[in-house]
């Protein structure tokens, strides 16, 4: 007997998408690694004098792009406890606090970057969260391409384009009949800016995520584009305590530092960041160029940003921006 081509299901079945409050933009006030908080007070303030004229900037021309002229920005901070733990909660952020406070700078929202490999998942479990982020990856291919190259989920890199051929054409060393092939971008205009991205190393079981894979989660997070069966994931957490606790594990993922800021999650973000990280936020917009999000997610966020009158791109890395100033 041949079986019907159609299907029943209940809606109640598919887990509704959460509704997130939205901000016009998320602004990274900075990214440091452990070392850096190890030089001293000093680094700090130098590090939020030299964001302040540019936070200053983004809010500035935010509102410009709002007819009632009044912009919903939040700030934020990423601290790497994730691929070394130099020092404490309690001994890291209190001057860190003050030395942007010294900026005239206040800092709405800290987050870990450990928060960005795994997270509080739903009914007190583990949510995977850049495993989930590698599982939404769809590989743009080549033009030309045959599928021989393995896929991501194996391999660990993605690229933005096709690689060099890694097999020779001829006997080593016979350079009159050997041929080369450069490698080449797949949205290249004229010549060509090919990256090849390591998302993580070790074996599957024990993957250290990179950090340009876990700043691709955080842009996703900050973009509000990440659901756990529908739910939200990295929510704030209020944190009214006066004191901060000896061990990272003890501080939620994202800690809501101030009770009047604007929305965590935004329609576009801003990362204000030492020019270190310009070959690694190069890299995370060839991750966000090819993660595929969930229809409703993208939905509510282009439907709710036209009405505001701030419509965003569809192309999800068109929504990140950065300042990289000299010095930093």
């Given at each position: 007997m041949n079986q019907p081509a159609w299907a029943f299901r209940e809606t109640s079945a598919e887990p509704a998408t959460a509704s997130l409050p939205f901000s016009h933009v998320s602004l990274e006030l900075g990214h440091l690694y452990m070392e850096d908080f190890a030089v001293g007070a000093d680094r700090l303030r130098r590090h939020f004098a030299a964001a302040r004229p540019w936070a200053d900037a983004v809010r500035a021309?935010?509102?410009?792009?709002?007819?009632?002229?009044?912009?919903?920005?939040?700030?934020?901070?990423?601290?790497?406890?994730?691929?070394?733990?130099?020092?404490?909660?309690?001994?890291?952020?209190?001057?860190?606090?003050?030395?942007?406070?010294?900026?005239?700078?206040?800092?709405?929202?800290?987050?870990?970057?450990?928060?960005?490999?795994?997270?509080?998942?739903?009914?007190?479990?583990?949510?995977?969260?850049?495993?989930?982020?590698?599982?939404?990856?769809?590989?743009?291919?080549?033009?030309?391409?045959?599928?021989?190259?393995?896929?991501?989920?194996?391999?660990?890199?993605?690229?933005?384009?096709?690689?060099?051929?890694?097999?020779?054409?001829?006997?080593?060393?016979?350079?009159?009949?050997?041929?080369?092939?450069?490698?080449?971008?797949?949205?290249?205009?004229?010549?060509?800016?090919?990256?090849?991205?390591?998302?993580?190393?070790?074996?599957?079981?024990?993957?250290?995520?990179?950090?340009?894979f876990l700043a691709s989660v955080w842009q996703l997070v900050r973009l509000g584009l990440l659901r756990d069966n529908g739910r939200a994931v990295l929510t704030p957490t209020p944190w009214d305590d006066r004191e901060f606790p000896s061990e990272w594990d003890g501080l939620p993922p994202v800690l809501r530092l101030n009770p009047h800021a604007e929305p965590f999650t935004a329609y576009s973000t801003c990362s204000v960041l030492p020019t270190r990280f310009l070959t690694v936020e190069h890299a995370v917009r060839v991750v966000l160029e090819q993660v595929q999000i969930e229809d409703a997610v993208q939905d509510q966020v282009m439907s709710r940003s036209a009405k505001e009158g701030f419509a965003v791109p569809a192309d999800i890395a068109a929504r990140t921006s950065y300042v990289f100033p000299p010095g930093l």
């Amino acid at each position: 007997m041949n079986q019907p081509a159609w299907a029943f299901r209940e809606t109640s079945a598919e887990p509704a998408t959460a509704s997130l409050p939205f901000s016009h933009v998320s602004l990274e006030l900075g990214h440091l690694y452990m070392e850096d908080f190890a030089v001293g007070a000093d680094r700090l303030r130098r590090h939020f004098a030299a964001a302040r004229p540019w936070a200053d900037a983004v809010r500035a021309s935010t509102g410009a792009r709002l007819a009632n002229g009044r912009a919903r920005v939040s700030t934020c901070f990423l601290i790497d406890d994730y691929f070394s733990r130099l020092s404490t909660p309690a001994e890291l952020i209190p001057p860190l606090l003050s030395a942007a406070a010294d900026a005239g700078l206040t800092i709405d929202y800290l987050a870990r970057e450990s928060g960005c490999a795994v997270a509080p998942g739903t009914d007190r479990t583990e949510f995977r969260l850049a495993e989930s982020v590698l599982n939404r990856l769809v590989e743009s291919p080549p033009p030309g391409s045959s599928g021989f190259r393995p896929p991501v989920s194996r391999t660990g890199w993605l690229s933005n384009g096709c690689r060099a051929p890694a097999q020779r054409t001829s006997a080593a060393l016979d350079s009159a009949g050997a041929t080369w092939q450069p490698p080449s971008e797949t949205t290249a205009r004229g010549h060509s800016g090919f990256l090849d991205v390591e998302l993580w190393s070790g074996r599957e079981e024990e993957r250290t995520w990179s950090c340009a894979f876990l700043a691709s989660v955080w842009q996703l997070v900050r973009l509000g584009l990440l659901r756990d069966n529908g739910r939200a994931v990295l929510t704030p957490t209020p944190w009214d305590d006066r004191e901060f606790p000896s061990e990272w594990d003890g501080l939620p993922p994202v800690l809501r530092l101030n009770p009047h800021a604007e929305p965590f999650t935004a329609y576009s973000t801003c990362s204000v960041l030492p020019t270190r990280f310009l070959t690694v936020e190069h890299a995370v917009r060839v991750v966000l160029e090819q993660v595929q999000i969930e229809d409703a997610v993208q939905d509510q966020v282009m439907s709710r940003s036209a009405k505001e009158g701030f419509a965003v791109p569809a192309d999800i890395a068109a929504r990140t921006s950065y300042v990289f100033p000299p010095g930093l």
